[in-house]
């Protein structure tokens, strides 16, 4: 197997990150691809791309991932989301290609209380989170050389997310209300960008070790939102601005939000051997980043 990965919406939170992280594995060759690039909706472009570029792994960061926008763009969020993974898959199936797609925890309704494991029973309760799911279930149709990576609250130093957006209202506001009744386990983008290199070498490029299926892989530890923003601005130094708790009746979106959705990680850890550290110590380190 020759050691070629694409990268699909590469310009977005993972893809930036696997892209910084590439330079450290200089035995594997990277493609990274973004919409103007490599439109994943397009079967023509994404059949041309993988017969002209002939990876052995895709790794699909692409997706429509706005979970308010997805309700009143289901068309859009199903093309992006549900197809493009069914047509990522028949093109990987075509080429021998492996493919690694990342879900999301919103597969699941919140309303256990225990960490969700891989088999539990997906129901999702949000237009994006039924998209996803559709897209998993689109990929297992079509070929079986898939890993389909679910994670959570992902943030990193780029694009739009919670640790960026409570960043700003801290540095701008006197005062902002957070919901303190959604539980969940924020991953930073660079921890999951790690595994997913981790995979590629210990599993996928070493058929003795060859794990295809469902993994969830998120930082280790849970919060609520309101208490992912405290760390937040505890670790950011920022004391002038009070961080009001609220239930999330109080600020109705346009899409249902799960109310618990921590993932049991111990899957991943087992079968790869992956460490995952604490979404606490992960965060420091990207505030440290952006801090610096
Ligand atoms: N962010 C989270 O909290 C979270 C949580 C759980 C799971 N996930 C999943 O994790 C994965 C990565 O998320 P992320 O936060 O890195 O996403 P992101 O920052 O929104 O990046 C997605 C990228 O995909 C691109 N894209 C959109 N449509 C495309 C198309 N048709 N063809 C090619 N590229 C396209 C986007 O381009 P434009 O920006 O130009 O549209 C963007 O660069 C996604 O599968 C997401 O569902 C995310």
């Given at each position: 197997m020759n050691s070629k990965i694409l990268v699909t919406g590469a310009?977005?939170?993972?893809?930036?990150?696997?892209r910084r992280l590439c330079k450290n594995f200089p035995g594997l060759e990277?493609?990274?691809?973004?919409?103007?690039?490599?439109?994943?909706t397009n079967p023509d472009a994404v059949s041309v791309f993988m017969e002209a570029s002939k990876?052995?792994?895709?790794?699909?960061?692409?997706?429509?991932?706005?979970?308010?926008?997805?309700?009143?763009?289901?068309?859009?969020a199903r093309k992006v989301n549900a197809l493009a993974p069914q047509v990522l898959a028949a093109a990987c199936a075509m080429q021998n290609a492996f493919l690694i797609h990342i879900s999301t925890d919103y597969v699941f309704d919140g309303e256990s209380n225990i960490p969700y494991v891989e088999?539990?029973?997906?129901?999702?309760?949000?237009?994006?989170?039924?998209?996803?799911?559709?897209?998993?279930?689109?990929?297992?149709?079509?070929?079986?050389?898939?890993?389909?990576?679910?994670?959570?609250?992902?943030?990193?130093?780029y694009?739009?997310?919670?640790?960026?957006?409570?960043?700003?209202?801290?540095?701008e506001k006197d005062k902002i209300e957070v919901v303190n009744d959604q539980?969940?386990?924020?991953?930073?983008?660079?921890?999951?960008?790690?595994?997913?290199?981790?995979?590629?070498?210990?599993?996928?490029?070493?058929?003795?070790a060859y794990l295809p299926g469902i993994y969830h892989y998120a930082n280790q530890g849970s919060c609520s939102?309101?208490?992912?923003?405290?760390?937040i601005f505890k670790i950011a130094g920022i004391t002038n601005c009070e961080i009001v708790p609220v239930t999330s009746d109080k600020y109705p979106a346009k899409a249902k939000r799960p109310k618990f959705t921590v993932l049991d990680t111990s899957k991943v850890r087992e079968s790869f051997g992956i460490?995952?550290?604490?979404?606490?110590?992960?965060?420091?380190?990207?505030?440290?980043s952006i801090i610096e």
């Open positions: 310009n977005g939170q993972l893809g930036n990150e696997i990277f493609i990274f691809t973004d919409v103007d690039m490599l439109d994943i990876p052995a792994i895709v790794v699909n960061c692409a997706a429509y991932t706005n979970v308010d926008g997805a309700e009143d763009n289901i068309k859009m088999d539990d029973v997906t129901n999702p309760i949000s237009v994006y989170g039924s998209s996803k799911l559709e897209g998993e279930e689109k990929i297992k149709t079509v070929f079986d050389d898939y890993l389909i990576i679910r994670t959570s609250w992902m943030y990193s130093e694009g739009h997310n919670f640790m960026r957006t409570i960043l700003s209202l801290g540095r539980f969940g386990s924020p991953t930073y983008a660079r921890d999951l960008a790690n595994c997913i290199i981790d995979i590629i070498i210990k599993s996928i490029l070493n058929p003795q939102w309101y208490e992912f923003a405290r760390e460490g995952i550290p604490n979404w606490r110590d992960s965060l420091k380190e990207c505030l440290s």
